[in-house]
T-cell receptor, first 110, second 110 residues
Framework: NAGVTQTPKFQVLKTGQSMTLQCAQD?????MSWYRQDPGMGLRLIHY???????DQGEVPNGYNVSRSTTEDFPLRLLSAAPSQTSVYFC?????????FGPGTRLLVL | GENVEQHPSTLSVQEGDSAVIKCTYS??????FPWYKQELGKRPQLIID?????GEKKDQRIAVTLNKTAKHFSLHITETQPEDSAVYFC?????????FGTGTRLTIIP
């Protein structure tokens, strides 16, 4: 199993650009989520999904959209990038409580 | 929603000594408490977890204790080694969502 995979590993955007961060898992987990990690602030939940076709907002959802058309994939879309969205983004999937993280995407918005 | 506080934010201990990290949570419905270790530039990795029906769990040099009445839980690392240097995060799970503490940077002094 590849576990949780994320692409790209690193991305530079200009303010106002849009992009999609990809996340996939091959463990057949129903629950998937996106976090952002900023220095001194831990991991903050952006959006999560309890299964295909179901998504909900987390702690910091503004400026981000998600969809869950399949169990395997959970992309995160930045609609109009802002410098405040410069961060490291982690996707995760979960079963019976144990949550597994992807390798992360480092995003820089200029 | 859930709120998790973690202390201390930084901790330095001599190699071979013990380290203790403490967390409190606010939602009495939280029932699963994982601890993650994150090395520089890497993804968070689960190191130990505890469920609300258990008071203590141990795995070799690491142990976690949970006091449901006081809503706090702690990570204990004994006989610390240089490879224990990392950032440690506690988390609490309520309604499937994990809420993380802000992290503790543990430095082991040789």
């Amino acid at each position: 199993n590849a576990g949780v995979t994320q692409t790209p590993k690193f991305q530079v955007l200009k303010t106002g650009q849009s992009m999609t961060l990809q996340c996939a898992q091959d463990m057949n987990h129903e629950y998937m989520s996106w976090y952002r990690q900023d220095p001194g602030m831990g991991l903050r939940l952006i959006h999560y999904s309890v299964g295909a076709g179901i998504t909900d907002q987390g702690e910091v959802p503004n400026g981000y959209n998600v969809s869950r058309s399949t169990t395997e994939d959970f992309p995160l879309r930045l609609l109009s990038a802002a410098p405040s969205q410069t961060s490291v983004y982690f996707c995760a999937s979960k079963t019976r409580g144990t949550q597994y993280f992807g390798p992360g995407t480092r995003l820089l918005v200029l | 929603g859930e709120n998790v506080e973690q202390h201390p934010s930084t901790l330095s201990v001599q190699e071979g000594d013990s380290a203790v990290i403490k967390c409190t949570y606010s939602d009495s419905a939280s029932n699963y408490f994982p601890w993650y270790k994150q090395e520089l530039g890497k993804r968070p990795q689960l190191i130990i977890d505890i469920r609300s029906n258990v008071g203590e769990k141990k795995d070799q040099r690491i142990a976690v204790t949970l006091n449901k009445t006081a809503k706090h839980f702690s990570l204990h690392i004994t006989e610390t080694q240089p490879e224990d240097s990392a950032v440690y995060f506690c988390a609490a799970t309520s309604n499937e969502k994990l809420t993380f503490g802000t992290g503790t940077r543990l430095t082991i002094i040789p």
